[in-house]
């Protein structure tokens, strides 16, 4: 299995709404990422776990909340949203760091912020 | 913050041409990545140089890169309808970050 398995793949959330991004890995691999990433614009780095510890968070509001509950899965909890917000969010996995190896994306959630 | 930008912006090539796309960074690298993107789905890896490589190829890849000018290139040969997506380049030091990304279209 090389695949990195993201959830919903299209969520609709109002602004007071609570809701779950989950992202799940079966290769292995030990290092897990969130990107968010507008219409035709990069990625930009969210979020970075290495053994299910958060390595990495490229000063991201509270209002996201990313949980790692084994070396398999990633969520990112969403509370409090706002329009801005809406984006492709992307999760990645890696067997190493980025800055030995390349990584495994997922076909990503398209989030809508009402 | 982006880590530097790619040249072009689009390319516009017909099928059997080659595309070659050009990434520049702003920090010191460990590796460089490249990556393709269909319809802002997921990235796919295409292939990763090593900050003491000059040049690597993959099929019809050929990435080259130049640590003294912080760039890179990335060229396709011989270019299918398939090709048509968006590439990013990734700088990858302690953590990867993207460039600004390059729009393919192959016409058939």
């Known amino acids: 299995d090389t695949e990195v398995t993201q959830t919903p793949k299209h969520l609709v959330m109002g602004m007071t709404n609570k809701k779950s991004l989950k992202c799940e890995q079966h290769?292995?691999?030990?290092?897990m990422y969130w990107y968010k990433q507008k219409a035709k614009k990069p990625p930009e780095l969210m979020f970075v776990y290495s053994y299910e510890k958060l390595s990495i968070n490229e000063s991201v509001p509270s209002r996201f909340s990313p949980e790692c509950p084994n070396s398999s899965l990633l969520n990112l909890h969403l509370h409090a949203l706002q329009p801005e917000d809406s984006a492709l969010y992307l999760c990645a996995s890696s067997q190493d760091l980025a800055d030995r190896v390349g990584l495994f994306f997922g076909s990503g959630t398209q989030l809508s912020v009402l | 913050s982006q880590q530097g930008e790619e040249d072009p912006q689009a390319l516009s090539i017909q099928e059997g041409e080659n595309a070659t796309m050009n990434c520049s960074y702003k920090t010191s690298i460990n590796n460089l990545q490249w990556y393709r993107q269909n319809s802002g789905r997921g990235l796919v890896h295409l292939i990763l140089?090593?900050?003491?490589?000059r040049e690597k190829h993959s099929g019809r890849l050929r990435v080259t890169l130049d640590t003294s000018k912080k760039s890179s290139s990335l060229l396709i040969t011989a270019s299918r309808a398939a090709d048509t997506a968006s590439y990013f380049c990734?700088?990858?030091?302690?953590?990867?970050?993207f460039g600004g990304g390059t729009r393919v279209l192959v016409k058939p």
């Open positions: 140089i090593r900050s003491n490589e």
């Open positions: 290769m292995g691999h030990r290092a």
């Open positions: 990734g700088a990858a030091g302690n953590k990867l970050t």
